[in-house]
């Protein structure tokens, strides 16, 4: 049965919700697209986080890193032995893990959208290493984009490669995203937690990958293993109803028996098993959760 985005776009059109594109995929083909202009390239915003955890999974399994690597094995250089801090509460001992599902200990998570243009210090994995933290490590899901930064500069440490050019013959040109351009701090590490720029056709092609568990034309890119530990609930969370439902690696799940990549603004790259399906948004748009809820009453009946 032919699947409609009518309904889809005509409450985000009465509800003047700021939607650019919508691609739905099933069985593996395309089902459905809309564009209210043409799909261009835009930034993803924190799906970069979602395509950071590829290169996670990748450098784990070429044995480069491991869930429990901890920032002081690979920036013993800013470590600072203070005998007056609780063990369990030195930035050195947070864990790749911890990093993974944003359970680092900050209340007020480092390299915010707003700090990092501001922030004087060009060395921002000195500067992290150099915050105290709020509680032990591994204990409650604080949403950072920092965290997601600091995955990024261990990736790079030990593999001697940015994450975008770890990524680029391992994950980009097979999956067709050629000339990627993604954003890097002042000391070039690519910014993992946001900053990817790609269309919303190009972040359907990354979904579909998802769902067929890392593999893509005959040829496995990335682990099933990692796809599946990494896109499972990890930590439990709070927030509106589908910022609820636990955190994976760098992946929120969904109400539906789903799960997704999101950005700011509405960027959504969702993954429906049960249904064998992708759901991919652009957007401009706050009110993401409204963007979601049209997602379920519109689109996932069809499925």
């Known amino acids: 049965m032919p699947i409609s985005l009518g309904g ?12 650019w594109s919508a691609r739905v995929l099933q069985h593996g083909k395309l089902a459905a697209q809309w564009d209210l202009t043409k799909d261009e390239r835009r930034i993803q915003h924190s799906i970069s986080k979602s395509f950071t955890s590829m290169a996670a999974g990748l450098a784990i399994a070429e044995g480069k890193l491991s869930l429990q690597t901890k920032l002081k094995d690979v920036f013993p250089q800013y470590v ?14 947070i864990t790749l893990y911890d990093l993974l599902r944003m359970t680092s200990g ?18 921002w994995v000195k500067y992290y290493m150099s915050l105290p933290l709020d509680r032990a490590p591994g204990e409650l899901f604080t949403y950072s984009s920092g965290d997601t930064f600091i995955i990024s500069a261990l990736i790079q440490a030990v593999t001697g490669q940015t994450v ?13 995203i050629h000339d990627v351009y ?8 690519t910014l993992g937690c946001a900053g ?12 579909q990958f998802l769902l067929q568990r ?11 293993d990692w796809i599946d530990f990494a896109t499972r609930k990890q930590i439990d969370n709070l927030g509106s109803v589908d910022w609820s439902q636990g955190y994976g690696c760098q992946f929120w799940m969904c109400t539906h028996d789903a799960y997704r990549g999101d950005g700011a603004y509405g960027q959504f790259c969702i993954i429906l098993p049960d249904q064998d399906a992708v759901i991919a948004i652009n957007s401009q748009e706050e009110r993401m959760q409204e963007i979601l809820d049209i997602v379920w009453a519109e689109i996932w009946p069809q499925l």
């Open 80 to 93: 600072k032995e203070d005998p007056a801090l609780d063990p369990a509460m030195r930035p050195g001992d």
């Open 214 to 224: 890392g593999e893509w034309q005959g040829q496995q890119l990335v682990p099933a």
């Open 164 to 176: 975008k050019d770890y990524l680029t013959p391992r994950l980009f040109e097979p999956l067709g």
């Open 182 to 189: 993604w954003e890097t701090s002042p000391l070039g590490i």
């Open 106 to 123: 900050h209340d007020n998570p480092p390299l915010t959208a707003q700090e990092r243009p501001v922030l004087e210090e060009k060395d």
């Open 8 to 19: 889809f776009v005509t409450r985000i059109s009465e509800q003047e919700l700021k939607v």
């Open 196 to 207: 990817l720029v790609i269309s919303n056709e190009e972040l359907s092609r990354f979904g």
